[in-house]
């Protein structure tokens, strides 16, 4: 159901997202009816943060942080969420959400 929401740890999203081609679209075709959670792995144990971009790629709609940590992940968070008047929402690209197109992170464009 369109209201579900899903939480993957860190290893497992990674493993999604290294599937070979097709398969790793699934990911993507996924967060367009879900909201999509990655959280990261239990072997953080020093607070350090993932890197958001790989999976704001798929659609992930969360990211979960450590705010403790003052990083590049967490810089680019705050850059990243800034926009639209810094309300901490911002709608996906087109390209994420069209049904008539699937966009394919691994591909150059």
Known sequence: K????ISFKESKMDDL?????????DLIRLTKQHIVRV?????????SNIDPT?????GVQMVALN???????M?????FFSDNGGCGYLLKPSF??????????KEKY
């Open 75 to 79: 810089c680019l968070q705050d850059a």
């Open 2 to 5: 369109c209201f579900h929401s």
């Open 39 to 47: 959280y990261p792995g239990a072997k953080r144990q020093d607070s």
């Open 17 to 25: 997202i290294n599937q070979v081609s097709p398969e790793h679209l």
């Open 96 to 105: 994420l959400l069209s049904d008539n197109e699937l966009f394919d992170p």
């Open 54 to 58: 790989d999976y704001w790629s798929y």
């Open 67 to 73: 705010y403790q940590a003052n990083d590049k992940a």
